[in-house]
């Protein structure tokens, strides 16, 4: 991984107008998909004509790597590779050995699976430790409905056994759930993944981006959720892992295995967030919810130093004031946002 030249101070911790830390990265490297999910890359928008981003366009692994040393100096400690669809970035395990190098980074990766049995050796060698795979229903019909490409659960669940044979593991399983297309398969999904050792998360419905068609109405509170999976299977609240974690954590009283709610819309969690988004062609955003992100590409690519970078970097985040869940209204909803497929999730 690249590092700020010799001379440079040591690492310069930042905070925002909010006293957060910086401490997550979340790093675009496509902002193509293979899927088209109904609430991320809608196939009205994203389809045969769209025009998705040059090869030259996207920032080089050898830029990522370096963009990364220069975050860490700033006190990030976790990496996520993100898309669109990361695996369809060609030859990807080459950008996860550089980024691999520095052992002391939490490197992981969201993915639908849909090429992670071929790959998962690959991203295990090459120094990937865990895998988030997207899976919103185990009911066939509905799951291929919702990916919008007719790709069936069996590939996914293969991709997910892949991963854990090889050690990518735990895994995470992240259900988007929107109501009246998969919420009454929640169970099911608790039921599936419990006592397996893989974490199950719930995700409530967001108006992330502009094309996706979120409305209010659409959206399943955790908490009712919750309270679905407990009518079932005991269910008891635990203490998050660290300070800004997404996902509010549950136990399975008779201790086989944990499950998440992640619920931006209902218990706005922005008062703790410590990621910033690198998007695939560059940009750094702020907020999952962020309107307009600053070029660093442009920088890498006009000869800025990496303290001229760094001190970029530290500017943006000291003036952040992100705060979009906590007040989110219908109008805001309608904001031209950046879609997900450019920042990842």
């Not at 066939?140 to 991963?163: H, T």
């Not at 593991?169 to 039921?191: C, E, F, L, Q, Y």
Request: net charge neutral; with cysteine.
């Amino acid at each position: 991984m690249a590092s700020l030249s010799s001379d440079t101070p040591a690492p310069a911790l930042v905070t925002d107008t909010r006293s957060r830390h910086l401490r997550d990265l979340r790093i675009s490297v496509t902002d193509r998909c293979n899927f088209r999910c109904t609430y991320c890359m809608p196939k009205e928008v994203y389809g045969r004509d769209f025009q998705f981003l040059e090869r030259s366009q996207l920032l080089s692994f050898d830029e990522i790597n370096r963009l990364v040393g220069i975050f860490k100096h700033h006190g990030i400690e976790k990496v996520r590779i993100t898309g669109g669809e990361p695996l369809v970035r060609r030859q990807l395990e080459r950008l996860i050995e550089k980024l691999a190098q520095d052992t002391s980074l939490d490197l992981t990766l969201t993915t639908n699976a849909s090429l992670l049995k071929q790959k998962a050796r690959l991203l295990k060698d090459a120094g990937l430790q865990r895998v988030t795979v997207s899976l919103d229903s185990l009911d066939d019909a509905v799951f291929r409905a919702m990916n919008d490409v007719d790709f069936p659960v069996a590939k996914v669940l293969a991709g997910i056994e892949e991963a854990d044979r090889v050690g990518l593991n735990p895994i995470k399983i992240n259900m988007v759930v929107k109501r009246g297309v998969n919420d009454d398969a929640a169970v099911d999904m608790a039921r599936y993944f419990k006592g397996s050792g893989h974490i199950l998360r719930f995700i409530e419905f967001m108006d992330v981006g502009f094309t996706n068609g979120w409305q209010m109405e659409h959206v399943v509170p955790s908490r009712e959720l919750a309270e679905r999976i407990n009518n079932v299977f005991a269910i008891e609240p635990a203490q998050p892992n660290y300070l800004g974690e997404v996902a509010e954590r549950w136990h399975y009283k008779d201790g086989s295995g944990e499950i998440g709610f992640v619920s931006s819309v209902t218990q706005a969690f922005c008062r703790d967030c410590t990621r910033a988004r690198l998007s695939a062609e560059g940009s750094v955003y702020t907020c999952l919810f962020a309107t307009r992100g600053t070029d660093l590409r442009s920088l890498l690519r006009n000869g800025a130093s990496d303290e001229q970078i760094s001190d970029v970097i530290a500017s943006i985040w000291r003036a952040r004031n992100d705060n979009y869940s906590e007040v989110r209204t219908a109008e805001t909803a309608k904001l031209r946002k950046v879609e997900m497929s450019y920042i990842g999730g």
